[in-house]
Nanobody, 118 residues
Framework: VQLQASGGGLVQAGESLRLSCAAS????????MGWYRQAPGKQRELVAT???????NYADSVKGRFTISRDDAKNTVYLQMNSLKAEDTAVYYC?????????????WGKGTQVTVSS
């Protein structure tokens, strides 16, 4: 599975950004797609995920501000980020978790930088 992420950039606090991640290749009808982020000096952390059935999960720190959605026709997942804060500054990575029976394989996209100035 190949992942193409886009949409990062530099914004001021309170503004919005939308990230996109398109999956191609050996995708599966049963999968989870999501966004993770890594700030300098910190571990990579979950931001939001959405299953192929449409179930979403969010980190507490982004609930109410970020929305993850998907376009199945395009094999694309979006992360709408509103009311951005300086602490949202990080490299954001798209992840695709492919399920086949009891087996799961993970794929990562290249990161996209999000910088929020205060």
């Amino acid at each position: 599975v190949q992942l193409q992420a886009s949409g990062g950039g530099l914004v001021q606090a309170g503004e919005s950004l939308r990230l996109s991640c398109a999956a191609s290749g050996s995708t599966s009808s049963i999968h989870v797609m999501g966004w993770y982020r890594q700030a300098p000096g910190k571990q990579r952390e979950l931001v939001a995920t959405v299953t192929s059935g449409g179930v979403t999960n969010y980190a507490d720190s982004v609930k109410g501000r970020f929305t993850i959605s998907r376009d199945d026709a395009k094999n694309t997942v979006y992360l709408q980020m509103n009311s951005l804060k300086a602490e949202d500054t990080a490299v954001y990575y798209c992840k695709y978790m492919r399920y086949s029976g009891s087996t799961r394989r993970d794929f990562w996209g290249k990161g996209t930088q999000v910088t929020v100035s205060s």
